[in-house]
């Protein structure tokens, strides 16, 4: 993964829901090809589920988790509350206007869409981390002169 220009590169867990709809899938497949860019790591959600005791405390213990959920019903969501896992950062896929059916021909523009959608709630959580700017409106993020 490699080093952002302001701040840690803290591990990124993505669990996608991987449903059984073309939205479920394009979470499955954003994962995976965010992993394969170096873009966090996609992780075992059934395991989760399972209540497996190393996956639930992989998840409790990560520093930045991303949910992806392909619809409003959110099973990925769900799982994580189940298991005790705050849910900070969560997608779902039919927000992006993406609409729900069971045509599993992932168009790549919508895959797209998604990686930008994680992409985007990693860049508002880590600028929610961020001191504020000083009064001049000079940032301390990364000149450490504030």
């Known amino acids: 993964m490699s080093e952002s220009s302001c701040g840690s590169n803290g591990q990124i867990m993505i669990l996608p829901c991987s449903g059984g709809s073309n939205v479920g899938q394009l979470s499955n497949k954003a994962a995976v ?4 860019e170096g873009f966090g790591k996609m992780f075992c959600l059934a395991g989760i589920g399972a209540h497996l005791g190393g996956f639930v405390k992989s998840a409790q213990d990560i520093p930045t988790l991303i949910a992806i959920d392909g619809c409003s019903v959110g099973c990925a969501k769900t799982i994580l509350e189940h ?3 705050p849910v900070k950062n969560h997608l779902v896929i039919t927000d992006l206007g ?3 059916n069971k045509d599993l021909n992932l168009k790549e523009s919508e895959i797209n869409d ?3 959608g994680v992409k985007k709630i990693y860049a508002k959580e880590v600028a929610s981390k ?3 700017p000083n009064i001049m409106g000079v940032g301390c993020c990364c000149s450490g002169k504030c």
Do not use: F, H, M, S
């Open 33 to 36: 090809e965010l992993t394969k």
């Open 83 to 85: 298991a005790q896992i």
């Open 98 to 100: 993406i609409e729900k």
């Open 114 to 116: 998604v990686k930008q």
């Open 130 to 132: 961020l001191p504020p």
